[in-house]
């Protein structure tokens, strides 16, 4: 079973540093995972669109509405991190959607059918190249604090982008293609 201590000792062990128990533990590499890795998961998970992560959500309106410009406002789901568009097999679709603070504002009515990238919190959710690439982006971010080796902090960077690069790939085999939009000039001839 996967978890966040094996992932920072993942990262420890790319660093040759020692490994953790638990997060908690008093010492300078417990200290720095505890510190660095919710929020390098979190900007992990928002830049690239893992499919482990993607969700959907219908989404009620709220009660009180917007005082101003469009005419309804949503709130967004608690684990919300980035905003997908609805259909995954087209990018045609123009939305007229705002998002200002954890709220959706628009004048499309209830429910608002959403896709988003979700916080995943449980490791055993997340895929096997996410958890190796995030324990390389731990490694990297990492190094300098534990090893003082701007060497060592290269080669990181480049297992950090050869792991995105393989998930990448593997991914790309996972997801249906994407049909790019019908050109205007064929719409206007039919």
Known sequence: MASTVEICNRALQKLGAKRIVSLSDDSVNARACNAAFE???????????WNFSISRAQLAADVIAPSFGPAYSYTLPSDFLRLLPPDPESNSERLDWSIEGKKIF???????????????TDPNQM???FRE???????????????????KKADLREDYKKAIQDAGLTSAIEKPSVLPPEDVWITVRR
């Open 39 to 49: 929020s390098i998961k979190l900007a992990e998970l928002r830049n690239n669109t």
């Open 106 to 120: 628009t004048n499309d009515s209830a429910p608002l059918e959403i896709r988003y990238v979700a916080n995943v």
């Open 127 to 129: 895929d096997a190249a």
């Open 133 to 151: 690439a995030l324990s390389c982006k731990l490694a990297y971010e990492l190094c300098e604090e534990l090893t003082q080796s701007n060497t």
